[in-house]
């Protein structure tokens, strides 16, 4: 075994969740070998959604840059080439590492131009992305089209490429492009044509095929679509995305002074990025509802039709082309995006939308500001920043060959709370009230100033009252019949304060016209669950609160002073079919103090398996994994599996798990990482097993299946497993797994594991 493996191997387990990225190198050689100019692109695309398998014949049209050109090279990889031919007569070729070598059938010089037709057959991971929702489209990431289609794989070539689909009946086709008809073939299939009016970039390039439903409107004579599920969107998001795609479109051509650089402009709505670090290609936009706001993806995307498929770049991704896109899309209320799978390009959009609007440097934002439109015109093709900086250099004379790091919201940062106890030592008798502050950090440095409400009997009264430092008291005169007081912050800055009022202040205050005082009393009369007349004070209360927030603190401190007392259990019970979220999930949560009542147990299982919000089921679920035996959980996920509800049965499991002493939660979790499961439910069913499962023998048979899924998240996470295995084996494994994996994540991960 090669020195310090298991050294690295420890420092690489247990990162299903977060992807380590930042030695992977995603760029592209500045200067590639190109002695010709691709000029069209004929395909004959046959795509078996079923299998993940694509059929094609491309016909290549070629022209010279050089003297003496006797054979071309092609990027290819994982694609299986099966014949070559031009005029009828076959050519010969080879492929070589990751290259198709054509032999011309005659020598060109400069300017001649010739055709030839490849046919070849692809089904790789790398370059076509597939999902259990029947959804099947090729990959944006760089360097991946040559995964799916034999083609000068770089940034610098571009073409005009007609393609016609034969695919199933029932589906549909998204291309760069326009449709150019379409005829049905079979009662299995139909043929779309499509074809692309101007030259598009080879880097932006992809087809998706899915059971969508689509929607067309028009922004000046370029027609802009949206391709979604028929369940994906509802009919008012749809229209929605639609009308800011067009309003987008129209006003970032005004920024840029530059039309919408393709023929047509398609939005595909797909569930799961796959973690694929490009989003959009040449007029192809795809928005992934696991990356969060549709919108603030739709106007990222269409801005990165100019910088980022008009203006294409080596260095992808990158920060500081994020940074354009935040610049362009600042004034469109764009927010931070989810990224659930660490991905580079969102990372960087993330920390601008958040940093942008708080740049201190104001000349650089505004000179790259009204720059656009000029880099736009000036510039095509193949751009780099330092051609941007090189452009802002001759405008100020200053070199701006990378960006500040993006700061802080200023108002977060300034933000700065203080907490402090605040001890009420009431004389009933006198009567007299002194406030006792104490800071339970660091203590505020002026004078903090406090409204304090005085509510009596017959009259209401306010004053102002200030404190400051680690410790302080504050002397107040209490007016005639005082029932209770309450205490309002008066400051710039967060003051949180935790009182602890006298008994009866509480108690009277629960009576309050204001709900808000009401749950502030409820939530502190926790503090009393041994006085024995809160629990008949707080029933007497609760008969005649309709306010449903204040009923759900009331219950939740009820809850808190009963403690699963017999016959007491009904008062929560009765409220878990309220309308009002906060009731129930304080019924649930108080119901978790009734072991062995099968009555409460029955009647939370019912709550968590017709639950529809996901608090409820998380509240359910917790309350639910305190009360049932791991055969329940058990049997119960096994239930949820079944109605085709895996998300919340995977959720079950990995309670059940942690007390199943019969091993049936490994097997539930074994079937669901290997089956036919989206990716959040396959990843947590291969953390239990990662987490439960040390068996040798066990992981290696499993290991070699879960290295071979199409998903790259996943092939990433089961490295993890190499952990359980012998030393020979695990060798064996990577050194194996290293031939053949093509995500360039994952190899790193494979030779960081590796230790070299």
Same mark, same amino acid.
């Given at each position: 075994m090669?020195k310090g493996?298991? =050294?690295?191997?420890f ?8 992807f ?5 190198n ?5 200067y ?8 069209s ?7 078996e ?5 694509i ?8 022209s010279?840059?050089?003297? +003496? ?7 290819t ?5 099966k014949?070559v ?20 059938? +005659?020598t ?5 131009r ?6 070849w057959?692809s ?14 489209w &090729? ?6 089209r040559?995964h ?18 034969t ?11 326009n449709t150019a ?14 074809s692309?009016? =101007?030259?598009?970039?080879i ?11 689509t929607?067309?409107?028009?922004s000046g ?5 949206i ?8 009919e008012?998001?749809?229209? @929605?995305?639609?009308?800011?795609a ?19 402009l398609?939005?595909?709505?797909l ?14 936009i ?13 106007k ?14 080596l260095?992808?991704? +990158?920060?500081r ?10 004034s469109d209320e ?34 790259i500001?009204e720059s656009l ?6 510039m095509?093709?193949?751009s780099?920043w330092?051609e941007?900086?090189?452009?802002w250099?001759?405008?100020t ?10 700061l ?11 907490t402090y106890?605040?001890?009420y ?5 006198? /009567?007299s009230? &002194? ?30 009252i =200030? ?5 302080d008291?504050v ?5 005639s019949?005082?029932?209770y007081?309450?205490?309002?912050p ?11 009022? /006298? ?5 009277r205050?629960?009576?309050s ?6 749950i ?6 926790r503090?009393?669950?041994d006085?024995?007349d ?6 007497d ?20 002073i ?5 016959g007491?259990e009904?008062?929560?019970?009765d409220?878990?079919?309220s ?10 949560r108080?119901? =978790? ?6 009555q409460?147990?029955?009647?939370v ?22 009360l049932?035996?791991s ?7 096994e ?9 919340k ?25 290997? @089956?036919?499961?989206p990716y ?11 987490t ?16 071979? +899924? ?26 194996d ?20």
């Amino acid at each position: 075994m090669k020195k310090g493996l298991f =050294t690295t191997l420890f420092t690489f387990l247990f990162v299903a969740t977060i992807f380590g990225q930042s030695s992977v190198n995603w760029d592209y050689k500045a200067y590639p070998e190109l002695p010709f100019l691709l000029k069209s692109i004929d395909l004959e695309v046959t795509v078996e959604t079923a299998s993940a398998l694509i059929k094609a014949t491309g016909t290549y049209r070629i022209s010279s840059r050089q003297p +003496d050109l006797k054979q071309v090279v092609f990027n290819t990889s994982n694609v299986d080439v099966k014949e070559v031919s031009s005029n009828g007569q076959p050519l010969d070729f080879r492929v070589s590492s990751d290259s198709l070598i054509i032999q011309l059938q +005659d020598t060109l010089n400069v300017g001649q131009r010739t055709s030839f037709l490849v046919t070849w057959e692809s089904s790789s991971p790398y370059g076509i992305n597939t999902d259990v929702y029947g959804n099947l489209w &090729t990959s944006l990431n760089p360097r991946s089209r040559h995964h799916w289609i034999p083609i000068p794989d770089h940034p610098e070539v571009e073409s005009v490429i007609n393609a016609s689909f034969t695919i199933p009946a029932d589906l549909q086709v998204v291309f760069n492009g326009n449709t150019a008809g379409d005829e049905v073939v079979s009662t299995e299939e139909k043929r779309v044509e499509w074809s692309s009016e =101007t030259a598009v970039p080879i880097s932006g390039i992809t087809f998706s095929v899915g059971s969508f439903q689509t929607e067309s409107a028009r922004s000046g004579v370029k027609e802009v679509s949206i391709h979604a599920s028929e369940n994906a969107l509802l009919e008012g998001v749809r229209s @929605g995305l639609l009308s800011i795609a067009v309003e987008s479109l129209k006003k970032y051509e005004n920024t840029f002074s530059y039309e919408f650089p393709y023929s047509a402009l398609h939005i595909v709505v797909l569930p799961d990025n796959h973690w694929e670090e490009i989003q959009s290609g040449a007029g192809v936009i795809y928005l992934y509802q696991n990356l969060g706001s549709l919108s603030t993806q739709l106007k990222r995307g269409i801005a990165e039709q100019w910088l980022g498929n008009y203006h294409r770049y080596l260095d992808v991704p +990158d920060s500081r082309y994020e940074f354009l896109k935040a610049l362009v899309t600042e004034s469109d209320e764009s927010v931070p995006l989810l990224n659930p799978d660490d991905l580079q390009s969102i990372q960087g959009w993330n920390e601008w939308v958040h940093g942008i609007g708080n740049m201190q440097d104001e000349f650089l934002k505004q000179t790259i500001r009204e720059s656009l439109p000029k880099l736009i015109q000036q510039m095509q093709g193949v751009s780099g920043w330092s051609e941007y900086a090189d452009f802002w250099y001759d405008q100020t004379g200053t070199y701006w060959k990378a960006l500040p790091e993006p700061l802080m919201n200023k108002d977060e940062e300034a933000q700065k709370g203080y907490t402090y106890q605040v001890d009420y030592r009431y004389d009933e008798l006198e /009567p007299s009230l &002194t406030l006792y502050f104490q800071a339970e950090s660091e203590p505020v440095g002026t004078l903090a100033g406090l409204e304090l409400v005085q509510y009596g009997f017959m009259d209401t009264t306010r004053s102002e009252i =200030t404190f400051t430092g680690a410790s302080d008291s504050v002397a107040v005169e209490l007016i005639s019949g005082v029932e209770y007081v309450t205490l309002n912050p008066r400051t710039d800055f967060d003051l949180t304060l935790k009182e602890q009022k /006298p008994f009866m202040f509480l108690i009277r205050q629960l009576r309050s016209s204001n709900p808000d005082e009401k749950i502030e009393a409820a939530r502190q009369l926790r503090d009393y669950t041994d006085n024995p007349d809160l629990q008949l004070a707080l029933q007497d209360v609760l008969e005649a609160e309709g306010e449903p927030e204040v009923r759900a603190a009331m219950l939740a401190t009820l809850g808190e002073i009963t403690q699963g007392a017999s016959g007491t259990e009904q008062n929560f019970l009765d409220q878990l079919n309220s309308d009002n979220l906060a009731t129930k999930l304080s019924a649930i949560r108080a119901l =978790t103090d009734y072991p062995g009542n099968e009555q409460v147990r029955y009647a939370v299982r019912n709550t968590l398996i017709r639950a529809e919000i996901d608090t409820v089921f998380a509240t359910a679920l917790n309350t639910y994994g305190k009360l049932a035996e791991s055969d329940d959980l058990i049997s119960l996920t096994e239930r949820l599996e079944r109605s085709g509800e895996a998300d919340k049965a995977i959720n079950v499991l990995q309670v059940a798990v942690q007390t199943d002493t019969t091993r049936e939660s490994i097997s539930i979790a074994d079937r669901m990482a290997l @089956g036919d499961y989206p990716y959040s439910i396959k990843k947590q069913a291969l953390n239990i097993l990662l987490t439960y499962e040390k068996n040798q023998e066990y992981w290696n048979q499993t290991i070699e299946m879960l290295m071979a +899924d199409r998903d790259p998240r996943i092939r990433y996470q089961a490295l993890d497993a190499v952990q359980y295995l012998s030393a020979k084996k695990t060798v064996d494994v990577l050194k194996d797994r290293r031939k053949e994996e093509m995500d360039p994540r994952v190899q790193v991960k494979i030779s960081r594991v590796m230790g070299n």
